[in-house]
């Protein structure tokens, strides 16, 4: 176990980050280690850096402060990366290589031995925030940053549903509720709320979808001329992969989108024994056993090709 404040003793200067894309898990478990050290050590510089989270997060206290141009100059004396390796890091990566001192904090089955000098990577961990929980003072926390950890938490398990959920995750969540946030609106305000536009894209998702393998592989796609026609960005497909999921017999659901011409972001989920971290380490991504993603090149068709061999020979 890592016990965050010995490690960052001493330290003037802290950088936090997490991956690119940042979800909750990565949001909450980023603001939570930044509202904690802020308080446990006032005197050090401590920021947090991520590209910019979707505003469902701005509930979490000092979402405002996240620095999203990472204008970090110097050497920081500690640089904590979580939810992610470093290669995942975006522009932070830059910061992560000039760290005097480096931590990683993960729960991605893919990140096997962590990128830090200090790590403390438990796959088997509902999520990062879970993790973050074990590193913290106990008399330290209070209701901000338990709502960061629960709100980690609740991303990553789809309300504590998945199989990632464990006894000890439920522990976790029912001392962090203890603290008394408002968490029914939480789960309301980020986890299930759907922005017009969020809902008519799922839609054209849901309608355009192509089952296969016996109905037992899901996939549908939005190319950039959809995006553009809804003025959608990647924060407003979130949920469309899990949706296609709950489709009745379905083991495996796939969804893409377009980044670049021939360039598919592919998320995939699962739901009793296909291994997609496997099949998207396959091409460079990566992820966990019923949730993976990862980013390829070809056309809708060559992507499906691809994806399909790997995930055959699992069914
Ligand atoms: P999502 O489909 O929601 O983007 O991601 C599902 C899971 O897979 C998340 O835990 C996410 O961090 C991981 N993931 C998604 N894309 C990639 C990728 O390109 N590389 C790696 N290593 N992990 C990914
Ligand atoms: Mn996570």
């Known amino acids: 176990m890592l016990h ?36 446990i050590m006032p005197e050090a510089d401590v920021r947090v850096c991520l590209e910019q989270p979707p505003e469902i ?63 403390y990577v438990v796959p088997e961990a509902s999520s990062a925030s879970e993790l973050v929980f074990d590193v913290l ?44 946030f408002d968490f029914p609106a939480l789960i309301d305000e980020t986890f299930y709320e759907k922005t017009y536009v969020q809902n008519q894209i799922l839609g054209r998702a849901l309608l355009e979808s192509i089952v296969f393998m016996d109905g037992k592989c899901i996939v549908s796609y939005v190319d950039r001329k959809t995006m553009d026609f809804y003025h959608a960005t990647s924060k407003d497909l979130d949920g469309v992969v899990s949706q296609l999921r709950l489709t ?18 592919v998320s995939m989920r699962s739901c009793k024994y296909v291994d997609v971290s496997k099949v998207a380490s396959q091409f460079g991504g990566g992820g966990h056993k019923r949730a993976a993603g990862c980013t390829m090149n070809g056309t809708f068709h060559d992507v499906i090709n691809n994806l399909s061999r790997y995930i055959e020979e699992q069914m």
Do not use: W
């Open 4 to 39: 965050l404040r010995k490690e960052c003793e001493g330290a003037k200067s802290i950088v936090i980050s997490g991956h690119i894309r940042p979800d909750g898990d990565c949001v909450g478990s980023c603001m939570a280690v930044y509202l904690y050290l802020k308080k």
């Open 57 to 119: 997060f701005s509930c979490i206290k000092d979402f405002d402060k996240i620095d999203t141009e990472f204008q970090i100059d110097g050497e920081p004396d500690v640089f904590i990366a979580l939810d992610c390796e470093k290669t995942r890091l975006g522009e932070a990566e830059a910061v992560f290589d000039r760290a005097k001192k480096t931590i990683n904090i993960d729960h991605h089955i893919s990140n096997v031995k962590g990128c830090g000098e200090v790590n």
């Open 137 to 180: 003072e106990e008399e330290e926390m209070d209701m901000e940053i338990a709502k960061a950890i629960y709100i980690g938490m609740i991303h990553d398990t789809g309300i504590f549903q998945y199989s990632n959920t464990s006894p000890k995750t439920l522990q976790i969540a029912a001392k962090l509720i203890g603290y008394g």
């Open 248 to 265: 009745k017999g379905v083991e495996c659901a796939i969804f893409m989108y377009e980044i670049d011409t021939l360039q598919y972001k």
